[in-house]
């Protein structure tokens, strides 16, 4: 469906109200047009495609949604394709979105697919920004940037959060970890497939390719690609912890395991005594003295008591007991 759809001319909106489809095509050569859709239908999608003109091959791209973050560049359009994200705390996990993006002369159109891809503030902030928005169709692309960009910032820190939660958990508790660890690590791994491809588009637009974006967009666009490798980083440095984590989180394991053979060893050792001590009373042969003796029954519970009593206190303080 569509979002709002809106005329801009000299750094301002020009109707309250969202246009038509009709009027916004009538309008695009004077100023610029931002269409935004969600999840559009084939026959909304074709007519949006018609009256502007957009290529076949970009507009079967956007209605397949599931395509790699990249900037395509047709004969009089530009398709940039961007994963947005946000993070679900209560599940620890990444949810991800789609945002499709056509620009041509007079035209921004943005398909969004998903939840995780609210645009409206983006569009709110460059209207308050009358020297950006007068620079047209590649202000809308670089606010729409900007704000995705801003938006994988609680996701980064969520992960940090949850990172460190495990290695509380694996230092502190020592608590078996090991299934939240391989979970963490393919967010993480999931999340730098979202953020890396994005430095492509950017490094394009920003290049001398892209004449039409002016000296003062291409600074606010450096800012977002340093805000991307910035994110980069942090993503490489919570991959590396949560590596450094697992491999403690198996040690910690290995000596729990330890603890319990060396357990089950020492009360085997202490049981090994009265049961040979029996075993060998037990056999009842003729010409055994002990057998006739008034004080050989409990002799023998006193032997077997006080070498048990011996090994359970050299075991103990052997730390293994």
């Not at 809308?140 to 939660?165: H, Q, R, S, T």
């Not at 606010?220 to 910035?230: G, I, N, Q, S, Y």
């Not at 009593?309 to 052997?318: G, K, N, Q």
């Amino acid at each position: 469906m569509i979002l709002d759809c809106a005329h801009y001319k000299d750094g301002e909106r020009q109707d309250a109200a969202p246009l038509t489809l009709e009027e916004a095509a009538e309008r695009r050569d004077d100023g610029f047009i931002w269409l935004g859709l969600h999840d559009p239908g084939p026959q909304e999608m074709a007519s949006v495609a018609d009256r502007f003109g957009l290529p076949d091959l970009a507009v079967e791209d956007a209605m397949k949604a599931h395509q790699r973050p990249k900037l395509e560049n047709y004969e009089d359009c530009y398709f940039l394709v961007l994963h947005t994200a946000r993070y679900l705390d209560e599940r620890e996990e990444v949810e991800f979105g789609e945002v499709h993006v056509f620009s041509g002369p007079g035209y921004v159109i943005v398909v969004r697919h998903g939840a995780a891809s609210e645009l409206h503030p983006a569009r709110q902030r460059l209207e308050s920004h009358p020297e950006l928005l007068r620079e047209g169709p590649a202000a809308a692309v670089w606010a729409i940037m900007d704000k995705i960009v801003d938006d994988y910032e609680p996701v980064i820190a969520g992960l940090e959060n949850d990172v460190e939660e495990v290695e509380v958990a694996v230092f502190g508790e020592r608590d078996d970890q090991t299934r939240r660890i391989y979970f963490l690590r393919r967010e993480l791994a999931e999340f730098y497939r979202a953020v890396h491809p994005v430095l492509q588009p950017l490094d394009l637009i920003v290049s001398a390719e892209y004449p039409h974006v002016s000296s003062l967009l291409r600074e606010h666009l450096r800012d977002v690609t340093d805000h991307v490798k910035r994110l980069e980083d942090a993503i490489a440095t919570q991959r590396e912890l949560l590596t450094s984590i697992l491999q403690a989180n198996l040690a910690v394991i290995s000596l729990q395991q330890s603890d319990i053979v060396k357990q089950i060893s020492s009360w085997a050792a202490i049981i090994t005594v009265p049961t040979l001590i029996a075993s060998i009373y037990g056999m009842n042969f003729e010409h055994m003295p002990e057998l006739s003796w008034q004080f050989g029954y409990p002799a023998a519970l006193a032997t077997m008591f006080a070498i048990g009593f011996v090994l359970h206190r050299i075991l103990r303080r052997a730390g293994w007991l």
